[in-house]
């Protein structure tokens, strides 16, 4: 079993639209959780750190469910420039699992 | 301005020809990590490094060596390459494992006929 569980997408959806990524992990000892954006095989990049109380930055909301293992991101009128795929990254005892990723495409 | 490095960028190597790929990072940061990226299985960490002379492996460390001599460096050393480590490499730093956020390199892309 995977330790970090993405769906793949894609998700296309038009500018404006709001859209959700979900976000499965396995270890229970998981400590930090992260969301990262990478565009096409650049390197990955830190969008936003992920806490039990959920945070908001800007557009973007993560929340954590550590009960249910649980993990989402919520971005809120998409644009053009949030197309990549988005990482989702969870720490245990100093070493990172990495989800495969989802895709996105925002559309005009 | 605060960076990883790597290098080489791009190399296509022959089977069991030895090479290093470089990693400094000018953030003066305790972690250091490697990563190889395949499609359809994300990122995966070879081994990392809590500090100078301390390193671990990763998920996927077999066939792979690395040093962490200095705070700065942290090599990636492939004694014998093989077809099955093509890949794409990245490097990253943080200041702290579980709470920082990690620092990536451009990334490494290997090829090995």
């Known amino acids: 079993r995977k330790e970090v569980e993405q769906d793949p997408g894609p998700f296309n959806v038009p500018e404006g639209a709001t859209v959700a990524f979900n976000c499965t992990y396995s270890?229970?000892?998981?400590?930090?959780f992260f969301w990262y954006r990478q565009d096409c095989r650049k390197e990955p990049k830190l969008l936003m750190s992920?806490?039990?109380s959920g945070n908001e930055d800007g557009r973007f909301t993560a929340q954590l469910n550590r009960a249910s293992q649980y993990i989402s991101l919520l971005i809120r009128d998409s644009k053009l420039s949030d197309s990549a795929t988005y990482l989702c990254?969870?720490?245990?005892?100093?070493?990172?699992?990495f989800g495969t990723g989802t895709s996105l495409t925002v559309i005009p | 301005e605060a960076q990883v490095t790597q290098n080489p960028r791009y190399l296509i190597t022959v089977t069991g020809k030895k090479l290093t790929v470089t990693c400094s990072q000018n953030?003066?940061?305790?972690?250091m990590s490697w990563y190889r990226q395949d499609p359809g299985l994300g990122l995966r960490q070879i081994y990392y490094?809590?500090?100078?002379?301390?390193?671990d492996k990763g998920d996927v460390p077999e066939g792979y060596k690395v040093s962490r001599k200095e705070k700065r460096n942290f090599p990636l050393i492939l004694e014998s390459p093989s077809p099955n480590q093509t890949s794409l490499y990245f490097c990253?730093?943080?200041?702290?494992?579980?709470?920082?956020?990690?620092?990536f390199g451009p990334g490494t892309r290997l090829t090995v006929t």
């Open positions: 990253a730093s943080s200041r702290l494992a579980d709470s920082y956020e990690q620092y």
């Open positions: 270890n229970s000892a998981s400590q930090s």
């Open positions: 992920v806490y039990s």
């Open positions: 990254v969870v720490n245990a005892r100093n070493q990172f699992y």
């Open positions: 953030m003066n940061h305790e972690y």
């Open positions: 490094s809590m500090n100078v002379e301390a390193t």
